[in-house]
């Protein structure tokens, strides 16, 4: 199993370009999840999915689109990249709440410059 | 909303000595999980204890241990007999019935 699988891994994008942060795993997992990580914030939830077609907004969702058309695919799109959105950005998954272990799986992270 | 708070953005400690990383939470669910993940400096987030909010019983794993208190809402991670690859920022987390909520982080440094 490759486990979660993030793609790029690194990024630097100019103020107003888009681009899609690729996620995937391989465990058959509903649950799936963007953090992004900044200095001194710990990470923070950007939206989630319990589920192929399901999505939900998390604490810092603004400037983000997700779908989930599959149950292995999640990405991550930036409509319009601005200074703000530097910054790691994590994918994870893990089992529904209540079936197997509420452990979250990390993928290894994408370092996103906005500049 | 659920919150975690992490105290101490920086812990210090010496090879072979221990460490107690504080954690506390804030949260009306009666059923729950808390964690302690480690990001060492490759970034890479790992799972170090599990801690599931029914059990009295506090987790260990090698030479990690967490103290939880349930009704203070505290989870405090042990680390005995600390290693240089110990060195890393830890982050504590809760999970309810929604999402993993996770703290700042404390970035523990270990000297020789």
């Known amino acids: 199993n490759a486990g979660v699988t993030q793609t790029p891994k690194f990024q630097v994008l100019k103020t107003g370009q888009s681009m899609t942060l690729q996620c995937a795993q391989d465990m058959n997992h509903e649950y799936m999840s963007w953090y992004r990580q900044d200095p001194g914030m710990g990470l923070r939830l950007i939206h989630y999915?319990?589920?192929?077609?399901?999505?939900d907004q998390g604490e810092v969702p603004n400037g983000y689109n997700v779908s989930r058309s599959t149950t292995e695919d999640f990405p991550l799109r930036l409509l319009s990249a601005a200074p703000s959105q530097t910054s790691v950005y994590f994918c994870a998954s893990s089992p529904a709440f209540g079936s197997g272990g509420p452990e979250q799986y990390f993928g290894p992270g994408t370092r996103l410059t906005v500049t | 909303a659920q919150t975690v708070t992490q105290s101490q953005p920086e812990m210090s400690v010496q090879e072979a000595e221990t460490v107690t990383l504080s954690c506390t939470y804030d949260?009306?669910?009666?059923?729950?999980?808390l964690f302690w993940y480690k990001q060492p400096p490759s970034r890479q987030m790992i799972l170090v204890i599990r801690q599931e909010a029914y059990k009295q019983q506090n987790a260990t794993e090698n030479r990690f241990s967490v103290n939880f208190q349930k009704a203070a809402k505290s989870f405090s991670l042990k680390i005995s007999d600390s290693q240089l690859g110990d060195a890393a920022m830890y982050f504590c987390a809760y999970k309810g019935y929604s999402t993993l909520t996770f703290g700042k982080g404390t970035m523990l440094l270990v000297s020789p």
């Open positions: 949260t009306s669910e009666s059923d729950y999980y």
């Open positions: 999915s319990v589920g192929a077609g399901i999505t």
